[in-house]
């Protein structure tokens, strides 16, 4: 099993920033692949970005050029960093892990085995 614990959200205005942290523990040896991924209400969970175990790194479009997602091996943490936040920003972010042998790139959200319990980021306009 492996658990994972959000962090860093919270209120900030429009064209700000912010950066969420995902902690895991656990059997993180197995883990293969960590994205992020937010819901607003009324919309479907949609991904933001993730990063495999070799760095590699996708994102929306809706955020390139904006977030940055990075990994921590030594504090098995993996990040977010948010600039020029914008209130569609605002969510609930979630950070998910793959642990399966066998998967796609990027990640669909049914791949990913483990899920946090979500970190509420609004922007105010």
């Known amino acids: 099993q492996v658990q994972l614990v959000e962090s860093g959200g919270g209120l900030v205005q429009h064209g700000g920033s912010l950066r969420l942290s995902c902690a895991a523990s656990?059997?993180?040896?197995?883990?293969?692949?960590m994205g992020w991924y937010r819901q607003a209400p009324g919309k479907q969970r949609e991904l933001v970005a993730a990063?495999?175990?070799?760095?590699?790194?996708n994102y929306a479009d809706s955020v390139k050029g904006r977030f940055t997602i990075s990994r921590d091996n030594a504090k098995n943490t993996v990040y977010l960093k948010m600039n020029s936040l914008k209130p569609e920003d605002t969510a609930v972010y979630y950070c998910?892990?793959?642990?399966?042998?066998?998967?796609?790139?990027?990640?669909?959200?049914?791949?990913?085995?483990?899920w946090g319990q979500g970190t509420q980021v609004t922007v105010s306009s």
């Open positions: 998910a892990a793959r642990s399966r042998l066998f998967g796609t790139w990027p990640p669909p959200p049914y791949e990913y085995d483990y």
């Open positions: 656990g059997r993180i040896f197995s883990i293969n692949a």
């Open positions: 990063i495999t175990s070799g760095g590699s790194t």
